[in-house]
């Protein structure tokens, strides 16, 4: 039997006059419940006052993301991009991508939709050019253990 654990959720909230874009990026920090010395953890960083951190690639590898779309999604309302594949390159910077070579999806969702993706897989979101609503509740999931001395953050098993 495999155990599934929720490690994180987030509201994303894009109002109809918010216009803000992300970069292109894969998901590399995990919230975890406190700072610790430990091998093949780093960097560290707090966000919100809670403690990330990037955890081995193997850890990185076993995680999944629910996003559940409250709005009909698409390139007006900053939906997501996504590099097909890409979380099969593990832990790639952009500038070392070439981007002649990489196929770019806009993943269009409607409301009550669901999207499953991988935090490797690189990812970016435009900025709205309609004044449609974008709100998504993002899950991550993991099957990995973290190393003795941390513990994740949200854990809801």
């Keep these: 039997m495999i155990c599934l654990a929720s490690v994180i959720s987030i509201y994303f909230d894009k109002p109809e006059k918010s216009n803000w874009f992300v970069a292109w990026h894969q998901d ?6 406190n700072k610790a010395d430990l091998p093949g953890y780093g960097p560290w960083t707090i966000k919100q006052n809670q403690f990330a ?5 193997n850890i990185l590898q076993e995680n999944f993301t629910i996003r559940i779309h409250l709005d009909d999604t698409d390139e007006g309302n900053g939906a997501l991009k996504v590099i097909p594949g890409s979380h099969l390159k593990n832990i790639c910077r952009s500038e070392n991508i070439n981007w002649q070579n990489e196929l770019e999806s806009t993943c269009r969702v409607k409301a009550g939709g669901v999207m499953v993706m991988r935090p490797l897989l690189f990812h970016a979101s435009s900025r709205a050019t309609t004044n449609k609503k974008r709100r998504v509740i993002h899950i991550e999931f993991s099957k990995a253990n973290l190393a003795t001395g941390i513990s994740w953050a949200e854990k809801e098993n």
């Design 28 to 33: 590399l920090t995990i919230a975890v419940n």
């Design 53 to 57: 951190v990037q955890p081995p690639l």
